[in-house]
């Protein structure tokens, strides 16, 4: 039987679990951001809120955890395009704080989502904007968070010579390969929400070292479907399978794609969709797999949580459906 662990205020707008799944960061349409500990290291019976302070002037639309090699901190993206990287600090005898340490984005160039990740052992950063640009950030100094460095900045598009007006792209959604990482280079998948037919289907991007450049190595859409708006894509933990499984949510409804591990002579690596899951009315928000890889829960604009899974045939449904209790 489920419980209930903890009730945000009204005006709650986002939040996310750190790594260890023992700290809770939320966002406020005010821009408050809340950070909340279970009461004992060991125990989860409830969690008791450890600060609360306005960071932005607007709404927080998305939360995301820094890996915890680099400590604790939180990247919180603000309605107006900006991002503010806290870091929790301790100084002199003071109870424990967190400040913000750097902030990304402008009014003429808005984040829309970033992720982190850890490759080549050092911390990277990949955000999303609002021209319809992916910038991958590195940091120079494992031990301060405020100093990195702009590595690559592209669009994303299969071919560079695509010509196409001003991009104006509403939201986008970025998920790095969970097994990728460490002593490799990582791989990422990104889609938008945009006005530009070639910038919104989800590809996948990986670090070419020979000529020290990222390139899109597959592209997650059927030929009729390369135009359709992305809302949210989810990269699954893999466990021993010969495949990677990524899902994608547009309007016509949640894919399920296979990808391929062997590229071909171009570079490229095979896709498959298996499914085109419907359940979901409206737009699909967020996407979460569980650490097997094998459940896919996703949330929308009905104010569902929906459960995702294959059967031992490869059909996907849904396992299970949940509605707000107030």
């Known amino acids: ?37 279970f009461r004992e290291p060991t125990s989860s019976s409830s969690l008791r809120l450890t600060f609360k302070s306005k960071v932005h002037e607007g709404n927080i639309v998305k939360i995301a955890w820094v890996p915890p090699e680099h400590g604790d901190a939180v990247a919180c993206i603000s309605a107006d395009g900006i991002v503010s990287l806290l870091e929790e600090v301790v100084e002199d005898s003071q109870p424990l704080q967190w400040k ?22 050092r911390l990277k950063m990949v955000a999303a904007y609002s021209d319809g640009h992916v910038r991958v950030f590195e940091l120079l100094d494992p031990l301060e968070l405020r100093n990195w460095q702009l590595q690559a900045e592209f669009q994303n598009v299969i071919e560079s010579v695509s010509a196409f007006g001003k991009a104006l792209c509403v939201s986008a959604s970025i998920s790095l ?43 997650l859409a ?20 010969p495949y990677e499984i990524i899902a994608v949510a547009t309007h016509k409804g949640l894919a399920i794609w296979h990808l391929g591990l062997d590229p071909d002579h171009n570079g490229r690596l095979p896709v498959e969709r298996v499914a085109l899951l419907s359940g979901h009315e409206g737009v699909v928000w967020q996407m979460e797999w569980d650490m097997s890889g094998m459940t896919l829960a996703t949330t929308g604009h009905d104010g569902m949580v929906r459960l995702w899974q294959s059967n031992l045939n490869g059909v996907w449904h849904q396992q299970a459906a949940f509605e707000p209790t107030s």
């Open 177 to 219: 390969n969970p097994q990728k990482g460490g002593s490799q280079e990582s791989s990422f998948l990104v889609g938008f929400n945009s006005n530009t037919p070639e910038l919104n289907s989800s590809k996948v991007w990986e670090f070419d070292q020979a000529h020290q450049r990222w390139l899109p190595v597959a592209e």
């Open 1 to 37: 039987m489920a419980k209930e662990l903890l009730t945000l205020d009204n005006g709650a707008t986002c939040s996310s679990w750190n790594y260890s799944g023992m700290r809770l960061a939320a966002g406020s349409a005010d821009g408050t951001l809340s950070i909340f500990d």
């Open 222 to 241: 059927l030929p009729e479907d390369k135009g359709d708006q992305v809302y949210a894509v989810a990269w699954a933990p893999n466990i021993g399978r």
């Open 100 to 121: 913000i340490c750097k902030s990304f984005g402008s009014s003429s160039s808005k984040v829309l989502d970033v992720q982190f990740g850890i490759s080549l052992t």
